[in-house]
Nanobody
Framework: QVQLVESGGGLAQAGGSLRLSCAAS????????MGWYRQAPGNQRELVAT???????NYADSVKGRFTISRDNAKNTVYLQMNTLKPEDTAVYFC????????WGQGTQVTVSS
């Protein structure tokens, strides 16, 4: 069982940066995969980035080269560094963990103005 709490969302200008954090309630070392998803109003929830236990990363084409997922095992925290933000990045961002079961955080709002 894993509880996830996101933070770091807010308002940014187009071209700016934000860093999202996802704090897990226990060690993330053994979790198969952690990641970030987002959902804009009227849209389906979509994958942004994932990071496996073996340190394999996967990114949506729309964020490749701009976003970076990373983790700090000592802090039980996964990060999403978002650079060169675009208005279309505006969404609620959700942290995800998979260890045989799937867990979700409550989400954090990211708004990018032009």
């Amino acid at each position: 069982q894993v509880q996830l709490v996101e933070s770091g969302g807010g308002l940014a200008q187009a071209g700016g940066s934000l860093r999202l954090s996802c704090a897990a309630s226990r060690s993330i070392f053994s979790i198969y995969s952690m990641g970030w998803y987002r959902q804009a109003p009227g849209n389906q929830r979509e994958l942004v980035a994932t990071l496996t236990r073996g340190s394999t990363t996967n990114y949506a084409d729309s964020v490749k080269g701009r976003f970076t997922i990373s983790r700090d095992n000592a802090k039980n925290t996964v990060y999403l560094q978002m650079n060169t933000l675009k208005p279309e990045d505006t969404a609620v961002y959700f942290c995800n963990a998979y260890d045989g079961s799937t867990y979700w955080g409550q989400g954090t709002q990211v708004t990018v103005s032009s």
